[in-house]
């Protein structure tokens, strides 16, 4: 059985969407299904180099789809960034915060260093990213996506900056559900599970382990394997679409039924 979404073309026509993280893993899959659903996408992240190679691979979307320099945990950079895209379009519809870091280690084997970054970059991000989006879009509404992780409702041993960051973007999501749903903005949250990313893998070799040892089977027809980055992206532009119009403050599981198993 084929598992891969498929795309509704036309479905985000005329609409201005941000995805952070977009180089690759489950931004670039985002970024792209939005490219190709039919949104002015920007995604914005510190790899150019990737950054301008997905833009390449968008072959006939290239006047609609842009990579932006920013660094998502610096306050001048985001401003900067969001506000130029506002001020070029006169509107933001979509942000979808996805930029993320993952670290291994228990408290007592991680720094202040490691442990401030991994919150600025799982969660500052969004702070930051959101107080200058909003303003643009309270004009028509719109929605945000922040991607958190299962592991903000279950955990494994090592990694408490992963775990505190991903939890908290749950309670994030649904304190900036209840702020904003009067300027018609909603605000979910996806959890996701394991993921087929560059990061997911780096986080198994940082245990010793492979996705298979961790139990996420790579093979395309079970459940309980490691997801499609594109398998994500459906939830998450699915959350954007007008197909979720009463979605509201949701942390939305898209996990394969990991947390569902005791």
Known sequence: MDNTPSFLPGRFNGKIVIVTGAESGIGRATATRFALEGATIYGLG???ELGNEWIR?????????????????????????IESIGKKNGRID???????????GDITETSEEDWDQILATNLKSIFL???????????IGGAIINIASVHAFATMEKVP????????????SRQMAIDFIKDRIRVNSVVVGGVDTDMSRLHALSTGRTLDDLGYVLEDNVLGRAAKPEEIAAAITFL???????VVGTPL????GLTADL
């Open 57 to 81: 691979s968008l072959a006939g979307h290239s006047e609609t789809a842009h990579f932006l320099k920013c660094d998502v945990t610096n306050s001048a950079s985001v401003a900067s960034t």
């Open 161 to 172: 900056a992963y775990a505190a960051s991903k939890g908290a973007v749950v309670a994030l």
């Open 46 to 48: 510190l790899r150019e």
């Open 129 to 139: 990213t959101s107080k200058f989006a909003i303003p643009y879009m309270k004009k």
């Open 240 to 246: 954007a679409s007008s197909d979720a119009s009463f």
């Open 94 to 104: 979509v942000l979808v915060n996805n930029a993320g870091k993952f670290l291994f």
């Open 253 to 256: 599981l898209v996990d394969g």
